[in-house]
């Protein structure tokens, strides 16, 4: 199967400084599962998370400046200078003008702004003034809320902006550099991502098979929409997780995509972590298996279906391999066997784990020769599919191994015997069926030999219910039927009860009716039988 690898041009698809999209909500379940995930940089951030969770809010401007900003200790003063900004200017329940409010912008811009870049981390502003559109935008946004000022955040597909008092003077912030980078889509780039839509079933089967594909492109990944402070730090979040992308850094990409599509959640959010992941599972080799694990539930989640069941399919056989057989740690297999069965949602995909995991347990158990530990397995195995031939083929082999390393006769005759009822099917096996003739002729004679005609009775009356079954068994196993004779016959010739004999060589005559041996010894009682 093909990887789901960045499957095209990032230059193209990652050529601006976000997209628009159509916003969805997330469950809390599904917060919840982001917040488990190894994403966050470091602690301070996590707990801004937690709290959006918890209660739906956090300090949006502290969540800003720790996102991507590895140099925390500059940014120290950036409260301190956003205070005296606000102090020197507010005033309570003053109503600002048109002029005051486009004086604002210019005030705000020659204060804290110095050089528009591509792609920065919010926290550049107060530590060099660098910014672009999104971080200038949530600059903005947290100053006006600061000041009782009315604003509106939009969003367009390759731009962000910030609309002052839009029931009164509506007064736009602009804050684009000129030459500002414009979105170029092939074909391709389109189709892929309304593939993914469909796939995971964002658009309805009406609306695909209905719409023109161009014009539901147009409806799922553009869009001016109207949103709010977080949603504008998922989109902080979101350009962190196109630099990484364009520098092939995939793991902080994923990572990054994940906090904006917590933040601002929506089908072109959810895309980007689907491609950001698949491709740092690939390409990532440090990596410990219950990182690994982590990330293909996720992926599970958000991505390709199929290539999820595969990378975990994958990773589940790497896993027993190791675990079982190459450096044998069954705790830890076992571990991981159940993480993966917790995770895993898919019943037909479940029910592949199962029957691979009862497959390699059953192997395991054979080669330590523990069949009592093996036949929970077995029995599993068939159970699922009672046609399935390798099935069928790995009973019979542990089977045959196993019975023919247990003491002949006794018990060797029960155990087969057991196993016929498990799985019927055996009873056809030619070489089990010999052997199971053998085994339990051979108990017989030791019971008639030793006198023991209670015991003996009861396996002789087992060996008839078999060969009724199947009577051209008896020619193949003409030889151990024949060596049985002479000490049944014996027994009842002993207590001359000749009419017993002469039944029993009856019914062995049916089946072997050129038989010596049978043949003499029913001659000679049934002239016992007339004297008699």
């Not at 719409?211 to 989109?235: M, P, R």
Request: aromatic letters at 14%; one cysteine or more.
């Amino acid at each position: 199967m093909s990887r789901p690898y960045l499957s095209f041009s990032l230059a193209m698809l990652l050529s601006v400084v976000y997209f628009a999209g159509r916003c969805q909500d997330i469950t809390a379940a599904e917060k919840q599962l982001i917040l488990n995930l190894n994403i966050f940089s470091n602690d301070a951030e996590k707990k801004y998370f937690k709290e959006i969770a918890s209660s739906g809010s956090t300090d949006l401007f502290q969540l800003m400046l720790v996102a991507g900003n590895t140099n925390r200790p500059a940014t120290i003063n950036a409260s301190e200078r956003i205070e005296t900004f606000i102090q020197r200017r507010s005033e309570q329940g003053k109503e600002y003008s048109s002029k005051e409010i486009k004086k604002l912008y210019g005030e705000i811009h020659q204060v804290f702004f110095t050089q528009y870049v591509d792609n920065p981390f919010f926290a550049q502003i107060f530590i060099n003034g660098n910014y672009n559109c999104a971080t200038a935008s949530a600059l903005y946004a947290i100053l006006l809320n600061k000041l009782n000022i009315e604003y509106s955040i939009r969003e367009k597909p390759t731009h962000v902006y910030i609309v002052v008092a839009p029931s009164s003077q509506n007064i736009v912030y602009e804050t684009t550099a000129p030459g500002a980078m414009v979105m170029q889509l092939n074909e391709s780039a389109k189709t892929k991502f309304l593939e993914y839509l469909h796939d995971n079933k964002l658009i309805g089967k009406e609306e695909w098979e209905n719409s023109d594909k161009n014009a539901l492109f147009e409806k799922y990944f553009y869009g001016d929409n109207e949103i709010n402070l977080q949603q504008l730090c998922g989109l902080l979040y979101y350009n962190l997780g196109i630099e990484a992308a364009q520098k092939e850094d995939y793991a902080n990409s994923y990572k990054n995509f994940e906090k904006a599509y917590f933040l601002h959640p929506g089908s072109r959010m959810k895309y980007f972590v689907s491609m950001t992941l698949a491709t740092h599972l690939y390409k990532a080799v440090n990596l410990s298996e219950e990182e690994k694990l982590a990330a293909m539930n996720r992926y599970m989640q958000v991505g390709d279906s199929a290539a999820a069941k595969e990378m975990i399919g994958d990773f589940f056989e790497k896993v027993s391999k190791k675990y079982l057989f190459q450096y044998p740690d069954m705790l830890r297999y076992v571990t991981i066997y159940n993480s993966i069965v917790n995770v895993v949602k898919d019943s037909a995909f479940l029910r592949y784990i199962h029957h691979d995991h009862y497959v390699d347990m059953a192997h395991y158990y054979t080669i330590k020769e523990d069949l009592d530990s093996i036949k929970p397995y077995l029995d599993s195995l068939y159970s699922m599919n009672t046609s399935d031939l390798l099935v069928k083929e790995q009973i019979t082999t542990t089977i045959y191994n196993m019975v023919r390393k247990l003491p002949e006769g006794k018990e060797a005759a029960l155990a087969l015997k057991e196993h016929f009822k498990s799985y019927p099917f055996l009873k056809s096996n030619s070489n089990l069926q010999e052997y199971y003739v053998y085994s339990i002729v051979m108990e017989i004679a030791k019971k008639y030999g030793a006198d023991n005609e209670k015991e003996g009775r009861i396996y002789l009356e087992d060996l008839k219910a078999f060969l009724d079954e199947q009577p051209q068994l008896a020619r193949r196993s003409e030889k151990y039927l024949e060596a049985m004779v002479p000490d049944v016959c014996s027994y009842y010739a002993r207590k001359k009860n000749y009419k017993t004999v002469k039944e029993f060589l009856l019914y062995f005559k049916k089946l072997l009716p050129d038989n010596e041996e049978v043949n003499r010894r029913l001659t000679n009682v049934e002239i016992r039988v007339k004297q008699q």
